[in-house]
């Protein structure tokens, strides 16, 4: 899917995305705040922390964050500006400490230091050059930075997976207007899905440490790596 296609598909489905997304709001919302709490806590003694955040979308990451830590200031970059609307609306008690940039990543990605890169389920979404994106990552973050990202991931043939995809099934309560949107991801979004191990040795060849995946879930994963502090 092109950058074009994906900023208009998105865009029209902003208007409606949060209550769409709501049939696997059960799934998110615990991701979302564990991946919330591990980024303040990485940080306990930084009175400012510069936040980047890639695929902001309509700003549900984004409200964690926030409301998680007083000292978190947000850039929200994001291809669809329909959801950079949204996101507006729906951060609006953080508009001191939000910035929006419309743009795809990582052309739009600002020269600036940031202590910590994220990203909700974007990395989902798009044909992404990951070697690219991840050398910009490394260069705007500072050293001992951040990158922590939620990402799909590719299913295995283990039983525990076939049985944690049942699981999931029945967590579903799903109206027939959700599933046809949810049809329509499938058959218009190109979803990038590979295997934990992959994410793991991509962040390493992009010269990160400390990789390893913080969460995984019903096919959703947490990935957190960091910038070395001496230059390796």
Known sequence: METLEIEQYFDRHAPRYDELVGTIGFQLHDAYDYLAKYIDMNYPDIERVRILELGIGTGQLTERLLRNSTRAVITGVDASSQMLEGASRNLKPYQDRVSLIHGEFPQAIPETEYECVVSAIALS???IDFATL????HQVLRPGGLFVYAVNVAHNSSSVDS??????????????E???WMK????????FQVPTDWHRSALLSGGFCDVDCIYLRHKLGIFSAVKPRIAI
């Open 134 to 137: 991840y050398r910009k990552v």
């Open 163 to 176: 049985v944690l995809a049942r699981m999931l099934r029945a967590r579903l309560e799903i109206s027939s």
């Open 184 to 191: 329509g991801i499938r058959g218009n979004v190109k979803l």
């Open 125 to 127: 979404f798009y044909t």
């Open 178 to 180: 959700q599933l046809n």
